[in-house]
């Protein structure tokens, strides 16, 4: 499609397009810590708790591109 093949579009939405998803759910938190007025640890630790998957997923991606050189 476009002159790309499956691999490099897989690889541009498993990026940015997941990168793009983990963006909005930080919206998402932070729109739900205000709605239930959690005050700033409650922000913290909403963050902290519901975010800690896309840590895990940009430090795999940090690894990867260390190791690669």
Same mark, same amino acid.
């Given at each position: 499609?476009?002159?790309?093949? /499956?691999?490099?579009?897989?690889? *541009? @939405?498993?990026?940015?397009?997941?990168? =793009?998803?983990?963006?909005? !759910? +930080?919206?998402? &938190?932070?729109?739900?810590?205000? /709605?239930?007025?959690?005050?700033? *640890? @409650?922000?913290?630790?909403?963050?902290? =708790?519901?975010?800690?998957? !896309? +840590?895990?997923? &940009?430090?795999?991606?940090?690894?990867?591109?260390?190791?690669?050189?």
């Amino acid at each position: 499609m476009f002159g790309y093949t /499956e691999q490099q579009i897989a690889q *541009f @939405g498993l990026t940015w397009g997941v990168g =793009a998803f983990m963006v909005y !759910m +930080i919206f998402i &938190i932070l729109q739900l810590a205000r /709605e239930s007025k959690a005050g700033r *640890f @409650g922000t913290f630790v909403l963050l902290l =708790a519901l975010g800690f998957g !896309m +840590i895990g997923f &940009i430090a795999k991606g940090l690894i990867k591109w260390w190791m690669n050189g």
